[in-house]
């Protein structure tokens, strides 16, 4: 009898799981060690995944990509950072993608999308944050101004994480003065930046050293010519076409922290079973397990929330709720199961030889970004229990 598409679904999502698994096992500790040590960019596992289409996930078939979901995208960085990979060399093509997808013009898709599938693009920068005002991207200072049929683009950005790794960069910008704007949302647009041919030619980005192997930096923008047609959707729109992304982008941050979450359980628990101390396995003490077994509970409940958000997502219906929920829990389990770990541990958990250390540098970046705690609660107490908007 024939699998029910549900379950046929599942099946297909377990070989993916299996796929990335093997994958990731070909890039072990010491891979992940030289190139956090070295501050490299994991060039030879971004190629890997690329070829093997992972990253192509969310790219309509039409277009050259595999046209899966978000619950098969969620996998795939699930088991990059559950096998102790780390995805954010690459994850920014899965974050951004859905801004081009749904917002790109035909002409804009054709141009960029089998290129990207087929490895010989990458579109991994997402330049939104600036220096002086963070979280409230509404306020943000880069402009764009028409001129026949370019913009001429200002400012700065920061935390441009793999700019100079990728091809092209999303970029966020300013096209109408705040106060000029009928909606609040109003007067930022999106612009495809060929970084190929911006380098040198108005724009200039500048490595930011982090305590993690992030690939980051801060973008300098000075008179840049960018074509009209690099225009995403309608000028004046752009806040709106970032923030659909939004719910894909946290639901993922989220698998990511699940990931994370689970590597760290098991290493814990692996460890707690080997080590002897005062003659007895120390995870034979309940001072040992009951954090072991919280950060499970905490990282299984997120777990659901993290599945609901994307398969709302894939079915099309609103999940602002479950994807902020998701994120906010996933990487707060994550955050649990990493210092439970290093305690489990002790000594041993700060030397470079058993990644625990890496790998909770790693996890803590996502209770600040791509978004921070206390913006999620604002969502939540706003839009969730709507009570007063308070910022
Ligand atoms: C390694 C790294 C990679 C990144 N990659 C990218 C990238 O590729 N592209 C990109 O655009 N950005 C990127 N970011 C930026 C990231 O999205 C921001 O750091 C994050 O959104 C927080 O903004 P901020 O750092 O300016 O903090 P701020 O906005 O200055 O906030 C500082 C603190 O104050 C809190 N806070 C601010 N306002 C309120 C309020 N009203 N109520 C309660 N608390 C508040 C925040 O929650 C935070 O804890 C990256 C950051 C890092 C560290």
Not at 227 to 245: K, S, W
Not at 297 to 307: F, Q, S, V
Not at 332 to 339: F, I, K
């Amino acid at each position: 009898m024939a699998d029910s598409p549900a379950t046929a679904a599942e099946n297909n999502i377990e070989l993916i799981r299996a796929s990335v698994r093997t994958l990731c096992a070909d890039f072990p500790s010491e891979y992940w060690q030289q190139v956090d040590r070295e501050r490299l960019y994991p060039t030879e596992f971004v190629t890997a995944l690329t070829h093997a289409g992972f990253l192509a996930a969310l790219i309509p078939e039409e277009h050259g990509g595999s046209g899966l979901g978000l619950e098969a995208a969620a996998a795939i960085m699930e088991e990059i950072h559950g096998s102790g990979c780390n995805g954010s060399a690459c994850h920014g093509q899965m974050y951004t993608m859905g801004t081009l997808l749904r917002h790109g013009s035909p002409e804009q898709k054709r141009r960029w999308l089998p290129a990207i599938a087929a490895g010989e693009l990458r579109l991994q920068a997402f330049g939104v944050t600036e220096p002086t005002t963070g979280s409230d991207t509404l306020n943000l200072r880069t402009t764009a101004r028409r001129d026949g049929d370019h913009y001429v683009v200002n400012g700065q950005k920061i935390w441009t994480s793999r700019a100079e790794h990728s091809d092209l960069m999303l970029l966020l910008a300013r096209t109408t003065a705040r106060d000029q704007v009928t909606e609040r949302t109003g007067g930022l647009s999106v612009f495809v930046v060929d970084l190929r041919e911006a380098i040198g030619h108005g724009l200039t980005i500048r490595p930011v050293r982090t305590m993690l192997n992030h690939s980051t930096t801060e973008v300098f923008i000075d008179d840049l010519r960018v074509p009209a047609a690099n225009l995403i959707g309608e000028e004046g729109r752009g806040f709106r076409y970032i923030l659909d992304g939004m719910n894909a982008e946290r639901t993922l941050i989220a698998a990511e922290c699940i990931g994370d979450a689970r590597w760290f359980i098991r290493k814990a628990v692996d460890y707690a079973s080997q080590r002897v101390v005062f003659g007895r396995p120390i995870g034979q003490n309940q001072g040992i397990q009951f954090p072991i077994a919280r950060a499970y509970a905490a990282t299984e409940a997120a777990n659901l929330m993290r599945e609901k958000a994307a398969r709302k997502f894939d079915r099309h219906e609103p999940c602002g709720e479950e994807a902020n929920l998701a994120k906010l829990l996933a990487s707060e389990a994550s955050w649990q199961a990493a210092d439970m770990c290093i305690q489990t541990f002790g000594g041993f958990g700060f030397a470079e030889a058993y990644d625990v250390e890496r790998k909770f540098r790693e996890t803590r970046l996502y209770q600040v970004a791509p978004i921070s705690t206390n913006l999620i609660l604002c969502y939540v107490a706003e839009h969730v229990l709507h009570l007063p908007r308070s910022y």
